[in-house]
């Protein structure tokens, strides 16, 4: 099974301001995956991040908003941009391996 | 199209007592199913998974599902429920195509009363 870090584990931030969030693989994955949960909410698929190409958005999610980096196979950067309190909520990534998903421990952003 | 049904928002279960948490599923083709926890201000953490083979599925913590293809569930399991059981629990469904994604159900919420 993948092991996957996280960081930062939470944060609060000012309406506003964008943020970077950092996701390590210990291993070498094709496909890393961001999901959002918002408070009280189950996931949702924000994009598909592969190495060496732009990442897939799904409906209700933009680049402009939500750029992802993918430098290599083993990490990825989600940056939520222009944050608004709408944007609060738990950010996860994800790697698919033998079929299912394994997740990092997310990232709680609060903002204000 | 995939999707993944989880009826009930809570499920309140005496410690000591078998519990089950309900999933249904709709997906064209053979399913992958899975069932993930989580805990208070943590990620998610896979229990168990049904690819192919026998319907029972055992995963961690003593947790196992059965899945049903009349009936479209994979119901999650225990026979002696833990206070530290309490936690949100995920359904989800995959049609085993790489192009699509894994779909998760709203989660239903398991409160084990000592």
């Known amino acids: 099974s993948a092991v996957i870090s996280q960081k930062p584990s939470r944060d609060i931030c000012q309406r506003g301001t964008s943020l970077t969030i950092q996701c390590q693989v210990d291993?070498?994955?094709?496909?890393m995956f961001w999901y959002r949960q918002q408070p009280g909410q189950s996931l949702t698929l924000i994009a598909t991040?592969?190495?060496?190409?732009?990442?897939?958005?799904e409906s209700g999610f933009v680049i402009d908003k939500f750029p992802i980096s993918r430098p290599n196979l083993t990490f990825s950067t989600l940056t939520v941009s222009n944050m608004s309190p709408e944007d609060s909520s738990i950010y996860l990534c994800s790697v698919r391996d033998t079929g299912e998903l394994f997740f990092g421990e997310g990232s709680r952003l609060t903002v204000l | 199209a995939q999707s993944v049904a989880q009826p009930e928002d809570q499920v309140n279960v005496a410690e000591g007592n078998p519990l089950t948490v309900k999933c249904t599923y709709s997906?064209?083709?053979?399913?992958?199913l899975f069932w993930y926890v989580q805990y208070p201000n943590r990620g998610l953490q896979f229990l168990l998974k049904y690819i192919t083979g026998d319907n029972l599925v055992k995963g961690s913590y003593g947790f196992e599902a059965e899945f049903n293809k009349s009936q479209t569930s994979f119901h999650l399991k225990k026979p002696s429920a833990l206070v530290s059981d309490s936690a949100l629990y995920f359904c989800?469904?995959?049609?085993?195509?790489?192009?699509?994604?894994?779909?998760f159900g709203k989660g239903t919420r398991l409160h084990i009363l000592p």
């Open positions: 291993s070498q994955v094709t496909m």
């Open positions: 991040a592969n190495q060496g190409s732009e990442a897939t958005y």
């Open positions: 989800a469904v995959w049609d085993g195509n790489r192009d699509d994604k894994i779909i």
């Open positions: 997906v064209s083709g053979n399913p992958y």
